[in-house]
């Protein structure tokens, strides 16, 4: 791995343990450190996994604690501390408590890890990446969120299932705000390089109008219904964020649909939505300039327009 390799996770909850724990077996970074203002949770989270450090993919250092100074000189800081979502609760109704644990917390962090790139998972991740960015000065492009990278893995895999393709073979992303207002670009989705809509099966087209749409609100329903069976959603954002650490710590230029502070892309300024980028070393190389057709865009002003009105309502 070129340069450094120190992951810092704040926060030893379950998105953190998870992340932590997928970018270990991944081999993401050479050294993961957790952090969480319940000590002996995070120093046991840490434990054990430095315990599986064996069997993981590359060789890597875990630390952990309830002392800040455990995130010194990361390169990478994912933030996933905070209050989570219960049962029946918006990601929106997470956003006054967890601006004030971010104004708190990200002054401490930048004294540790001055030159780190930061990404926000805590939800309203899209609403807390504005607060975060304001609160550290740092410029966009080091500071947003994981947005619709958990979302757009929902939707390949859903889409390969019904296509019996493999989830790497669908392109297809999930944009705007991660929550409710999200929406798949459908105008630019393939299978392979079939377009979606063009994708048929022995026995005719598979993906019809209506079954597309269901597609989208299963997405967005997704986090609702595994957070009722089982109290959080883990694994798979884990898997994400590991996912995003990679590709900033390996300097890959992937494209990932992640949320950043917009400057009049599409329209939009001072709000902080998932469009895909170019993600690598230092951060957000580029957001896309991408495709879009009338409903999209459409869509696009309605997410940001909800975003807006949260931001408004809390101040930031
Ligand atoms: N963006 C996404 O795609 C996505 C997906 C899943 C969950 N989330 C969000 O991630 C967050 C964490 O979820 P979880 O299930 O891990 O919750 P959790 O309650 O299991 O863990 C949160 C942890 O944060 C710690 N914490 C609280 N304040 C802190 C502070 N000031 N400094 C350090 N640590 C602190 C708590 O002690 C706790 O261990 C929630 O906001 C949740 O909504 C985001």
Redesign the pocket.
Same mark, same amino acid.
């Given at each position: 791995m070129p340069g450094g390799s120190k992951l810092a996770v704040?926060?030893?909850?379950?998105?953190?343990t998870s992340l932590a724990y997928a970018a270990l077996i991944r081999g993401s970074a050479s050294s993961i450190a957790l952090?969480?203002?319940?000590a002996p949770?995070a120093e046991a989270e840490a434990l054990d996994l430095a315990h599986g450090s064996q069997f993981a993919a590359a060789s890597a250092t875990v630390a952990g604690g309830g002392d800040i100074a455990v995130t010194e000189g990361a390169d990478v800081v994912v933030i996933?501390?905070?209050?989570?979502?219960n049962p029946g609760q918006s990601?929106l109704d997470?956003a006054g408590t +967890?601006v004030r *644990?971010l104004e708190?917390?990200m002054p401490q962090l930048l004294e540790r890890a001055p030159d780190a790139v930061y990404v926000l998972?805590?939800?309203p991740?899209d609403v807390l990446t504005v607060a975060a960015q304001r609160i550290s000065g740092l410029p966009p492009e080091r500071i947003f969120?994981?947005g619709t990278v958990?979302d757009t893995s929902r939707l390949r895999w859903l889409l390969a299932r019904r296509a019996g393709v493999s989830v790497t073979s669908v392109h297809a992303s999930m944009v705007g705000e991660?929550g409710d207002t999200e929406f798949p670009l459908w105008s630019g989705a393939t299978i392979g390089p079939v377009p979606i809509r063009d994708w048929t099966d022995g026995g005719g087209r598979v993906f019809t109008s209506e079954n597309l749409a269901a597609t989208a609100r299963d997405v967005v329903q997704a986090?609702y219904k595994v957070i009722a069976g089982k109290g959080?959603? +883990?694994y798979a *954002?884990g898997l994400?964020g590991a996912r995003i650490v990679e590709a900033l710590l390996r300097d890959d230029n992937a494209v990932l649909p992640v949320s950043t502070v917009l400057s009049g892309q599409y329209g939009i300024s001072g709000v902080a939505l998932s469009l895909p980028s170019v993600v690598g070393r230092g951060g957000v190389h580029r957001v896309l300039d991408t495709p879009m057709d009338g409903g999209e865009l459409a869509a696009l002003q309605v997410s940001a327009d909800t975003l807006r009105n949260t931001m408004d309502t809390l101040g930031i």
């Open positions: 704040v926060g030893a909850g379950s998105v953190g952090f969480d203002v319940n949770k996933t501390a905070g209050a989570k979502q990601r997470l +967890n *644990i708190q917390l998972v805590t939800n991740c969120s994981s958990l991660h986090a959080a959603t +883990n *954002i994400s």
